[in-house]
C-alpha cells in the first residue's frame, strides 16, 4: 500500500480502473466456471442414470434366464460412449454377472461387490449403481463407472478460453484507463505544478484555467481565489513595508541630524567655554603675588583640560567632523587610529575605490556600520588584528571588515541586535533599504568576514514634509 500510495496519480487512476475491471472479469468467469463443472456433472450424471435404467430393462431377461452372453450384448452398446470406463451387471447373489471395460483388467475397476444404489463421486470418475427390478422384486444390480477426463478437458478449454478473454480485457482496459485518466490527472498535475512554481519563486501571479464543474474545477477555483487573496495580502504587505522603510531611513536621518547638531552646540559652546576659564585661570595664575599656593589652581585647570579633553571625545562619537568636512575614507582611516590607541587593535585600513563620493547618508552608514563591527570584534573576536577595505566596483561601494578571531555560527547569530549599537541585524537591514547587499561568512574557529555594497548614487528616502502621522497610521 506504501508504494501505491506514492505512486503518481496518473498511475493510480489506472490501476483503479484496470484492477477494478479485471476483478470483474474473474469474478464473472470463477462463477461462470464454477457453474459449468456443476452443470457438467449433473448432465454427466443424469445420462448415466439413463443409460444404467435402460440396461437393467434390457438385461431382466438375460439374469431371469442365466444368460450372460446376452448380458454382455447388452453391456456392449455402451462402447459408444467414450466416457464409460467400466459397466457391470450383478445377479441375485451380488455376483458379477456381465461386465464392460476399456481397461485390460476390469476387476481394477469393477467393485466386486455391488455398490449402495445411487452415485458416488471420485477425483476420476463417477460411479452410478441401480437396482435391476422385475415386477417390484430385484433381481440384480447395475453398475456404471464414467470417467471425468471429458469434463476436466471441457473445463481446462474454458480456462484457457477465460484467460485469453482477461488478456484482451486487461490491454483494452488498459488503453481505455489511459485515454480517461488523462482527463482527471493532467488538472491534477497543473495544479501541482502551479504549486511548485509559487513556492520556489515566490510569485503569486499564475493563474489555472478552471474547466468543468466538478471537485477538481471547484479545487481549480478556490486554489485561483486563494493566489488573488495572497497576491491582495501581499501587495497591502509591501506597501506597509515600504512605508516602514520610509519611516526607519527618516528616523535614522533625524537621529544622525539631532547627533550632529548636539554634537556642534557640544564644540561650539560648552568646549569653547571651558577653553575660555582654561585661558583666563592661567592669567589668573601668573598675576597671583609670590608666595600663594598655586597647586589649587593646578588642579582645577587639570580638571578643565580633562573635561575639555572628554567633549572633544564625545563630539567625535556623536558625529565626527572629519567625515562631513574630508568624506568617508579619511574618517575610516582616523577610525582605524583611534581603534588602536584606545582598545589596542592593529586596524589594517585599506583605500581602493576612486573619486566618487557616496551621499552623506550613505557615509554615515557605513562609518557607523564599519565601528560597530569593529567594536564587535573588539568584544568578541578574540583577536587584536582586524582588516577594513574600501573599494569601488560596478558603481557600488563595497566596505569589508574581516578578522582571524574565533568566529561564529551565523545560523545562530546573524541576527542578533546587540545594545547599544546597530547589530547586524540592524546593520543588513539598512544596507537593503539603501539598495545594497549584506554578506557575512564566518565559521567557529575560523575567523569572520563581512561585506557591505551599497550604491553609490543617493537613494531618495521620505521627506521631512512628510506627515508623520501617515507612516505611524500605516505601521
Excluded at 464543474?213 to 471547484?218: F, K, L, N, R, W
Aim: aromatic letters at 6%; a negative charge.
Amino acid at each position: 500500500m506504501r508504494r501505491f500510495r506514492d505512486l503518481p496519480i496518473k498511475w493510480k487512476l489506472m490501476l483503479i480502473s484496470v484492477t477494478t475491471g479485471v476483478t470483474a472479469l474473474v469474478i464473472a468467469a470463477s462463477a461462470l466456471f464454477i457453474y459449468g463443472q456443476i452443470a457438467y456433472e449433473r448432465q454427466t450424471i443424469l445420462r448415466i442414470e439413463t443409460l444404467a435404467k435402460v440396461v437393467g430393462d434390457n438385461s431382466t431377461a438375460a439374469i431371469t434366464f442365466n444368460d450372460p452372453e446376452v448380458a454382455k450384448r447388452v453391456l456392449s452398446a455402451l462402447a459408444n460412449d467414450r466416457g464409460i470406463l467400466v459397466a457391470g451387471i450383478y445377479d441375485r447373489e451380488g455376483r458379477v454377472f456381465a461386465h464392460f471395460s476399456r481397461a485390460e483388467d476390469h476387476r481394477a475397476l469393477l467393485p466386486e461387490k455391488p455398490l449402495p444404489e445411487g452415485k458416488t463421486r471420485g477425483l476420476t470418475s463417477i460411479d452410478v449403481s441401480q437396482r435391476i427390478v422385475l415386477e417390484g422384486e430385484t433381481i440384480g444390480n447395475v453398475h456404471i463407472g464414467y470417467s471425468l477426463s471429458p469434463m476436466y478437458a471441457y473445463l481446462a478449454r474454458y480456462a484457457v478460453l477465460v484467460g485469453c478473454v482477461l488478456v484482451v480485457a486487461v490491454i483494452a482496459s488498459w488503453i481505455v484507463a489511459l485515454f480517461l485518466q488523462t482527463h482527471v490527472s493532467h488538472r491534477i498535475v497543473e495544479i501541482r505544478k502551479a504549486a511548485e512554481w509559487i513556492s520556489r519563486k515566490q510569485d503569486f501571479s499564475p493563474r489555472l484555467e478552471t474547466s468543468g464543474e466538478d471537485e477538481i474545477g471547484s479545487l481549480v477555483h478556490e486554489f485561483n481565489v486563494l493566489l488573488d487573496r495572497i497576491n491582495e495580502r501581499d501587495a497591502s504587505v509591501k506597501v506597509y513595508q515600504e512605508k516602514l522603510r520610509s519611516l526607519a531611513s527618516q528616523l535614522v536621518i533625524g537621529e544622525e541630524r539631532e547627533r550632529r547638531r548636539i554634537a556642534d552646540g557640544l564644540h561650539d559652546s560648552i568646549c569653547q567655554l571651558l577653553w575660555v576659564a582654561d585661558l583666563k585661570l592661567r592669567i589668573m595664575e601668573r598675576t597671583l603675588d609670590e608666595g600663594v599656593d598655586i597647586n589649587e589652581f593646578r588642579e582645577i585647570e587639570d580638571l578643565i583640560k580633562t573635561a575639555n579633553k572628554e567633549t572633544r571625545t564625545l563630539t567625535l562619537q556623536l558625529s565626527p567632523p572629519l567625515l562631513y568636512e574630508l568624506g568617508l575614507s579619511p574618517a575610516l582611516e582616523k577610525l582605524s587610529e583611534d581603534m588602536r590607541d584606545q582598545f589596542r587593535i592593529g586596524v589594517d585600513f585599506t583605500d581602493e575605490y576612486g573619486k566618487a563620493i557616496p551621499s552623506e547618508d550613505t557615509s554615515v552608514f557605513l562609518f557607523r556600520a564599519v565601528r560597530e563591527m569593529l567594536m564587535n570584534i573588539y568584544k568578541h573576536a578574540e583577536t587584536d588584528r582586524a582588516n577594513v577595505t574600501l573599494s569601488e566596483e560596478n558603481g557600488s561601494l563595497r566596505v569589508t571588515v574581516s578578522d582571524e578571531g574565533k568566529g561564529f555560527d551565523t545560523t545562530e547569530n546573524v541576527h542578533d541586535h546587540h545594545e547599544g549599537g546597530y547589530g547586524l541585524f540592524s546593520i543588513r537591514e539598512r544596507v537593503e533599504d539603501l539598495g545594497g547587499s549584506f554578506d557575512i561568512k564566518s565559521k567557529p574557529g575560523e575567523g569572520t568576514t563581512i561585506t557591505l555594497v551599497t550604491p553609490l548614487a543617493e537613494v531618495p528616502f521620505a521627506t521631512p514634509e512628510e506627515d508623520p502621522s501617515d507612516l505611524t497610521a500605516a505601521v
